[in-house]
């Protein structure tokens, strides 16, 4: 068994097309480092809806050059096989490790295979990309990012030309495609051959993301910024120059892209801390709102000015700024379908239905949303927001941005705030309070022990809330096809729980629904919410056994 361990790292020793990762593989061999070899040995990273993401290091299950040269002459292949033969590729990617130098194997592998291929001018949001594949009239495209996750990972996100990432069948085909890759001496890469885009793409994006915003609109709300040491600054604040609203203070500290996200533990702004900064640069500069983007600029993340917290300044929900921006598009005389993944907050559905609007519940993920018919808005928890599904059929967190800066500034212009609406959106439709019982495993097989305890033994209430009914989402639904997934209906709340698709997390997602009558019930509903939240945290980690 060692020693075929040890064959095997060779043989991939051997081929490793970078110095860096064949120094690393080398002295695990010398060293003898069964256990590690085992780790990096075990599999292949495995393609899916969300591409590929790891950690980066030598090995197959881990992010390198030989994994990614793979990747792309399996997409390559796939390609071709549905008569895309000579169709443009585009490439994207951030800012971090090893980021350019995959984007650069995947430009040589396309032009190898008879593909033509375009990479962005620089490290860019993931937006962008999303725009220039249908903007170039690409039929794929590929960014490179690791979104949110720990500065040792990276990622490969694959798009068709639709502008949408990609969904089954298509990526079990590609998979497929790329597991049937020979050896990498095989896979032809030339030293050039490909495009390198000017400025001028990200100017069409620019020009884009004015169609967001209401003409005549107020421009008056003064921002915070930070890209969380990601690629979002410069096309940010290039935005808010176009549109008219005032420069945003930037959180210097984060504003530069850095690969090693020095100033947080993890750069989602989700995490506890990673707000740290900007919340004691909004204290000193005073501003309407902070707004944070991660670190490929595809989520959006807002703060509000809220004397009742301690240090003055709270994190929105994605739920709530979800609910605001569909508010004001609504306000606005939006036409179209608002659709949300299933782990979203059901008050969409309830302002949609209001409005006369078509509604639509998805699977978790955009490339899901992007692809509701006649789509005007889409938004998911994880601060993941559509505004202009025309323009980029993704999240977009510039675009985003744009319009919570709109819509701060219209309520300004009135003398109210964003928390003076969501009080509005609760006494129309009740309180919706959500929450999030996440968990951080080294061990995947939690996750799978739970989610079978789960299936074994549901649970018959939770916070004293009786269930009203569970279901297996694995055999799918009339309305979605099948995910790994739990939901339970209780009275007056719901739960979902999955295995995140995309880290080693248990994600379980909360939503109590409390009746208001009046402004002055608002106090005690959310108490109650938050009552309620707590307790089925509490019980279903319980029913869970995390």
Not at 85 to 108: C, H, M, N, P, Q
Not at 180 to 202: K, S, Y
Not at 451 to 467: F, Y
Request: glycine content about 10%; overall charge negative; hydrophobic content about 45%.
């Amino acid at each position: 068994m060692q020693h075929d361990l040890i064959a095997q790292a060779r043989t991939w020793l051997a081929e490793d097309p970078d110095p860096e990762t064949r120094d690393e593989l080398a002295a695990l061999i010398d060293a003898g480092d069964t256990d590690e070899l085992a780790a990096r040995f075990a599999g292949t990273l495995q393609f899916g809806t969300a591409g590929l993401r790891g950690e980066l290091g030598a090995g197959p299950m881990r992010m390198n050059r030989s994994v990614v040269i793979r990747a792309a002459a399996g997409l390559a292949a796939y390609l071709k096989a549905q008569g895309q033969e000579g169709g443009l590729v585009v490439i994207g990617y951030d800012a971090r490790y090893k980021s350019a130098d995959f984007a650069r194997d995947t430009a040589a592998v396309m032009t190898g295979a008879g593909l033509r291929a375009a990479v962005l001018p620089r490290p860019l949001p993931t937006p962008v990309l999303a725009y220039a594949i249908r903007h170039l009239g690409a039929v794929a495209g590929v960014e490179v990012t690791a979104s949110h996750n720990p500065p040792r990972d990276n990622g490969y996100k694959v798009y068709l030309g639709d502008g949408s990432q990609i969904v089954p069948p298509a990526d079990g085909e590609i998979a497929a495609a790329i597991a049937a890759v020979g050896p990498l001496a095989n896979v032809v890469r030339p030293e050039d051959g490909w495009e390198t885009l000017g400025e001028e793409v990200l100017a069409a994006y620019l020009a884009r993301t004015d169609a967001v915003l209401a003409s005549g609109s107020p421009r008056t709300a003064r921002t915070v910024y930070t890209a969380m040491h990601g690629v979002g600054t410069s096309v940010l604040t290039a935005a808010f120059e176009r549109a008219g609203f005032p420069e945003p203070v930037l959180v210097t500290e984060q504003a530069e892209p850095d690969p090693a996200f020095p100033t947080v533990a993890f750069p989602n702004p989700e995490e506890p801390g990673a707000m740290d900064l900007a919340f004691a640069t909004a204290r000193r500069a005073a501003p309407d709102l902070i707004i944070a983007n991660d670190p490929d600029a595809d989520r959006c993340a807002v703060a509000v000015p809220d004397t009742s917290v301690e240090g003055g300044w709270r994190m929105l929900r994605g739920d709530e700024v979800g609910a605001l921006l569909a508010a004001h598009l609504v306000e606005r005389g939006a036409s179209g379908v608002f659709a949300e993944s299933i782990v979203s907050s059901s008050l969409l559905g309830r302002i949609a239905e209001k409005a006369g609007l078509g509604y639509e519940e998805t699977l978790t993920g955009f490339k899901w949303i992007a692809r509701v018919d006649g789509l005007r808005y889409g938004y998911e928890e994880a601060l993941g927001y559509c505004v202009d599904p025309e323009g980029v059929r993704d999240k977009d967190g510039i675009t985003a941005a744009l319009l919570v800066a709109e819509l701060a500034s219209v309520l300004k212009e009135q003398g109210r705030t964003l928390l003076d609406l969501l009080d509005d959106l609760a006494l129309a439709h009740g309180l919706h309070a959500t929450d999030q019982l996440s968990v951080r495993v080294e061990d995947l097989s939690v996750i799978a022990d739970a989610m079978a305890r789960l299936r074994e033994q549901p649970p018959t209430a939770l916070a004293g809330l009786a269930v009203t009914s569970a279901e297996d989402l694995s055999r799918g639904t009339d309305r979605l096809p099948p995910t790994d997934g739990l939901r339970y209906q209780l009275e007056g709340a719901r739960v979902i729980v999955r295995p995140s698709g995309t880290e080693p997390k248990l994600k379980c997602y909360l939503e109590v629904v409390v009746p208001v009558a009046d402004a002055a019930g608002l106090p005690a509903a959310r108490a109650r919410g938050a009552e309620l939240l707590a307790g089925i945290k509490r019980d279903l980690a319980t029913a869970a056994g995390i």
